[in-house]
C-alpha cells in the first residue's frame, strides 16, 4: 500500500466512509477482510486531522460492524444447515461452536463483546448465537456496545500510531497493528488463566472446547431442534391450518370425551 493511499484516506473522501462502513461489515461473513487494519489504517491517516467529521468515520465503522454481527445471526437463525455446513461441518468448526454454546450460556452478552476483539471469535459466536436462537433482545445490544468500543478502539489505536510516526505513516501502522495483536494475545491469556484457575478449584472445563460427550450430545441435540424450527417455518409459511382444524393428539383427547 503506497503512502499515496494514506493520504486518500482522509475525512474529504468519500473513499474513506465506505471502506469504514463496508470492510467491517464484510468481516464477520469473510474473516479473511482486514477491517481491523483498515480502521487502523484511517486512524493513522487522519492522525494529524482535528476536523469534526472524524466522529462520523468512527461512527460508519461501528456501523459496519453491528451490521456484520447481526448479518451472521441473521443468517444462522434462517439457514441454520448451510450455516453449519459451510462454518462448523469439520471437527475443529464443531469444537469451536460447542466452545462458543457453552461459553455463551456461562458469560452470555460479556462473550458477545469481549470476542469482538478475538480474531475468529466474532464470527463464531454471532453465527452460534444464530443458531441456537440466542434471544435478540440481548443479542442487539451487545453487538452495538462491541462495535462502538472496538471502532473507537481500532481508529484510536491507529491515530496514536499516526500521531507518533507523522512522517512516516507506515510505521505508525505496523506498531499500532502490533499492539492489537498484543491485547488480542493479553485477552486470550486472561482467558486461559481464567480457565486454569477455575480448574483449580473444582470447575473442571475441558482443555479444547468440545472435546467431552456431553459437548457433542448437548450440539446434536440444538441442531435437531433448530432444524426442526426451520422445517416448521417452512410448513407455517406454506399452510394455515386454521383454528378449527383438530389433528394428532388434540384429535385423540377429543374422541376419548365424545366416548
Same mark, same amino acid.
Given at each position: ?38 480502521? !487502523? ?5 487522519? =492522525?494529524?486531522?482535528? *476536523? #469534526?467529521? %472524524?466522529? &462520523?468515520?468512527? @461512527?460508519?465503522? /461501528? ?18 444447515p448451510a ?32 470476542c469482538r ?39 484510536? !489505536? ?5 500521531? =507518533?510516526?507523522?512522517? *512516516? #505513516?507506515? %510505521?505508525? &501502522?505496523?506498531? @499500532?497493528?502490533? /499492539? ?80
Amino acid at each position: 500500500m503506497p503512502v499515496s493511499v494514506f493520504t486518500s484516506l482522509q475525512v474529504d473522501s468519500v473513499i474513506s466512509y465506505l471502506v469504514a462502513l463496508l470492510l467491517p461489515a464484510l468481516d464477520a461473513i469473510f474473516p479473511v477482510v482486514p477491517s481491523e487494519t483498515v480502521v !487502523i489504517a484511517l486512524g493513522v491517516a487522519t =492522525a494529524g486531522s482535528t *476536523d #469534526p467529521r %472524524i466522529a &462520523l468515520l468512527v @461512527a460508519c465503522a /461501528a456501523a459496519g460492524a453491528f451490521l456484520g454481527d447481526n448479518l451472521c445471526y441473521l443468517l444462522g437463525r434462517r439457514f441454520g444447515p448451510a450455516m453449519q455446513r459451510r462454518f462448523f461441518s469439520t471437527p475443529k468448526g464443531l469444537r469451536t461452536q460447542a466452545w462458543a454454546e457453552r461459553s455463551l450460556d456461562r458469560f452470555g452478552t460479556q462473550l458477545i463483546v469481549v470476542c469482538r476483539f478475538i480474531p475468529g471469535g466474532r464470527t463464531a459466536v454471532t453465527l452460534t448465537c444464530g443458531l441456537t436462537g440466542y434471544p435478540r433482545r440481548r443479542f442487539v445490544p451487545a453487538t452495538a456496545a462491541a462495535a462502538i468500543l472496538w471502532a473507537l478502539y481500532a481508529f484510536f !489505536i491507529g491515530r496514536l500510531g499516526g500521531r =507518533a510516526f507523522e512522517h *512516516d #505513516p507506515w %510505521i505508525g &501502522l505496523a506498531i @499500532a497493528f502490533g /499492539a492489537t495483536i498484543v491485547i488480542s494475545g493479553v485477552i486470550e491469556l486472561i482467558r486461559r488463566i481464567v480457565r486454569t484457575s477455575r480448574r483449580h478449584a473444582g470447575q473442571v472445563e475441558p482443555d479444547h472446547a468440545g472435546q467431552d460427550q456431553h459437548d457433542r450430545d448437548e450440539l446434536g441435540r440444538r441442531h435437531h431442534v433448530a432444524e426442526e424450527d426451520h422445517a416448521d417455518g417452512r410448513r407455517s409459511r406454506g399452510a394455515d391450518s386454521g383454528p378449527d382444524c383438530v389433528g394428532g393428539s388434540d384429535l385423540e383427547v377429543a374422541q376419548r370425551d365424545g366416548q
